[in-house]
């Protein structure tokens, strides 16, 4: 069975502290590992997704990386609008979507 | 581009009453996804439909709970019987198949409660 990993469930940031955030996962044929942001009351939105080991991806803040067994998004030089609970999701060969619980994410200015 | 909507964006219910959740996908968009997210937790999914056509259902998925998307386009939700475990935010979620980053466009969800 499929599983997602992440942590730390919760992470806490002075504004402009950088840090990253990890996702292992366990699953058989990946086809994507993908990356969401979640505000309170919303929706999950997407951010990244990665095919294979050694690929990178940025935008703005943020950049997502991938190995064989775990992704990591790092956050630098935070602000406090990147505050939200960061989701991270695997596609298999069966066509849905795996998530982790996520972390939350607090950015203090 | 409208985004996925879902209606209604609350559900107050007692026990044993029956519910039932819409969605619109985006437009284009052949797949639709149906997940459930409890607080604090990921989302974990309950099914999907490429077209009209019901792919996959959670194995862990009570018989209570049944979903369709009759012409492709639209989809709903439905429990019967509700349980106070089944108070949880229904999250939906579209996608074009296939797309090189295959994201999933998520509505803002409907959020239950079981009295």
């Known amino acids: 069975e499929d599983q997602v990993t992440q942590s730390p469930e919760a992470l806490r940031l002075q504004e402009g502290e950088s840090s990253s955030l990890n996702c292992s996962y366990t699953?058989?044929?990946?086809?994507?590992l993908f990356w969401y942001r979640q505000d309170p009351g919303k929706g999950p939105e997407f951010l990244f997704t990665?095919?294979?080991a050694g690929e990178e991806k940025e935008k703005e803040r943020l950049k997502a990386t991938l190995t064989k067994k775990e992704s990591f998004l790092h956050i630098t030089a935070p602000k406090p609008e990147d505050s939200a609970t960061y989701l991270c999701a695997v596609n298999t060969n069966a066509g849905k979507s795996t998530f982790g619980d996520g972390t939350t994410l607090t950015v203090k200015p | 581009d409208t985004g996925v909507s879902q209606d209604p964006r609350h559900k107050i219910t007692k026990r044993g009453q029956n519910v039932t959740f819409r969605c619109d996908p985006i437009s284009e968009h052949n797949r639709l996804y149906w997940y459930r997210q409890t607080l604090g937790q990921g989302p974990e999914f309950l099914t999907y439909f490429q077209n009209e056509a019901q792919l996959e259902k959670s194995r862990l998925l009570s018989d209570r709970f049944s979903a369709e998307r009759p012409k492709g386009s639209f989809s709903t939700l439905e429990i019967q019987r509700t349980e106070q475990g089944d108070s949880a935010m229904y999250l939906c979620a579209s996608s074009l198949v296939p797309t090189p980053d295959e994201k999933l466009f998520f509505g803002s969800g409907t959020q239950l409660s079981v009295l």
């Open positions: 990665l095919y294979s």
């Open positions: 699953v058989s044929g990946l086809r994507g």
